[in-house]
């Protein structure tokens, strides 16, 4: 079975603060943020809502885009959540299901 890796957006509203990160276990990874185990900004900052995620099967590759959402301007962060999630919508609950 191969590996599938994600980079994630989280935010903590609409339009509201943003994280990027990167995971093996996007389920796992996502408990931990809402449980105050992920990242401190995340918690800080009560950013837990997940509204864009991408697979991935090469590791490298899932950084590099990290990375590089990273050093996008917020407009464009934004302008990839919309794309995808126009609602804006916890996309946590279609994880498990």
């Known amino acids: 079975m191969n590996q599938t890796y994600h980079v994630y957006i989280l935010a903590s509203a609409r339009n509201g603060t943003l994280y990027t990160g990167v995971t093996g ?8 943020h809402r449980n105050g185990k992920g990242a401190k900004f ?3 900052y009560g950013v837990h809502r997940l509204v864009h995620a991408e697979a991935f099967t090469n590791v490298n ?3 590099a885009r ?3 959402i990273k050093k996008w301007r917020r407009a464009w962060k934004l302008e990839l959540i919309e794309r995808g999630n126009p609602q ?8 498990n299901g």
């Open 42 to 44: 995340a918690s800080k």
């Open 88 to 95: 804006w919508l916890d996309l946590y609950d279609r994880l």
């Open 25 to 32: 276990d996007l389920a796992q990874r996502m408990w931990q």
């Open 66 to 68: 990290e990375k590089a």
């Open 61 to 63: 590759d899932a950084i």
